[in-house]
């Protein structure tokens, strides 16, 4: 704790300069519609590119889930096929 305390301590002129970089920027922003639009403009489309990774790894993810619910009614269909393929026969013989 001691570390980061002198470490901050060092470099207190630095971290004053980024925030008033920072308020200075926001101040900008705010001030200027033009300057304002196009940066939430750029914000936007950013916040809608990192949903939409997202919401791809999501939807990755997701596949094991669905691919589980297809083998279950895969072994289900084939149960059902080995099942009329034993009783065609028997049918058959009966009918014929």
């Known amino acids: 704790m001691q570390r980061i305390l002198l470490f901050i301590y060092q470099y207190r002129a630095f971290f004053a300069f980024l925030v008033l970089e920072l308020v200075s920027i926001a101040l900008y922003i705010r001030n200027n519609s033009y300057t304002g639009a196009v940066f939430f403009n750029s914000t936007n489309r950013m916040v ?3 949903n ?3 919401y ?3 939807e990755y993810f997701s596949l094991r889930e669905i691919n589980r619910a297809l083998a279950e ?4 269909l ?3 096929l080995s099942r009329a393929a034993t ?3 028997l049918q058959s013989r ?3």
Not at 73 to 76: A, G, K, P
């Open 94 to 96: 009966l009918c014929g």
């Open 78 to 80: 084939h149960q059902q």
């Open 52 to 54: 939409g990774f997202t």
């Open 73 to 76: 009614e895969n072994r289900r």
């Open 87 to 89: 009783t065609l026969p």
């Open 56 to 58: 791809g790894i999501k």
């Open 48 to 50: 809608t590119a990192i």
